[in-house]
């Protein structure tokens, strides 16, 4: 089945500690993208990519890195320079800007503590 | 900047039809998107309005007028399991970078 895996589902981290959470996709769509979301709030995009080797920062990047070395493959950073890391983090793929639908993997918990 | 504004929240009884709205401040984009995300999980794709008017894709209907910066998503024979939040969502021109609405919470009562 085609889809969008994350993992860790769940994710337990000290302060000062980086953490990377994995977003795969078998769509084999071009666009990539990563959004945090904070309890009873909306989607917050933190980084996309149209294509390979190539990536934006979305409102809030600060904190944040990834890469985008394969089409399938768009890992997110969680640094220590992230001053509130504790969210849902989201990955979605899409084929393009004009076809209307992203394709969300199932989320990655992320907590602080 | 771009923004899309919804009602924080919509409370219907069961078998009624609601309407959510999204107001938009955009120079322009490729079209307005509706995503429906129960507690705890992701959002999923409801429709796409790609050019003004309605789209129906079963309970659920769409609506887009660029000319008014709105468009709005029309559940009718409202079920429990509709109470969830819900999302409009846009790429502005020339970009892949979409930018979701404040979002909407729907409680269904029986």
């Known amino acids: 089945d085609g889809g969008i895996t994350q993992s860790p589902k769940y994710l337990f981290r000290k302060e000062g500690q980086n953490v990377t959470l994995s977003c795969e996709q078998n769509l084999n769509h071009d666009a990539m993208y990563w959004y945090r979301q904070d309890p009873g709030q909306g989607l917050r995009l933190i980084y996309y990519?149209?294509?390979?080797?190539?990536?934006q920062k979305g409102d809030i990047a600060e904190g944040y890195s990834v890469s985008r070395e394969k089409k399938e493959s768009f890992p997110l950073t969680v640094t220590s320079a992230q001053k509130n890391p504790t969210a849902f983090y989201l990955c979605a793929s899409s084929r393009g800007a004009n076809t209307g639908e992203l394709f969300f993997g199932e989320g990655s918990r992320l907590t602080v503590l | 900047g771009q923004s899309l504004e919804q009602p924080s929240e919509v409370t219907a009884v069961e078998g009624a039809i609601v309407q959510i709205n999204c107001t938009y401040q955009t120079s322009g984009f490729y079209g307005l998107s509706w995503y429906q995300q129960h507690d705890g999980g992701a959002p999923t794709f409801l429709s796409y309005n790609a050019l003004d008017g309605l789209e129906e894709t079963g309970r659920f209907s769409s609506f887009l007028s660029r000319s008014d910066s709105y468009g709005y998503l029309l559940l009718q024979e409202l079920q429990m399991k509709d109470s969830a939040s819900y999302f409009c969502?846009?790429?502005?021109?020339?970009?892949?970078?979409?930018?979701f609405g404040t979002g909407t919470r729907l409680k269904v009562l029986a």
């Open positions: 990519s149209q294509i390979v080797n190539d990536f």
């Open positions: 969502a846009a790429p502005p021109w020339g970009t892949y970078k979409y930018i």
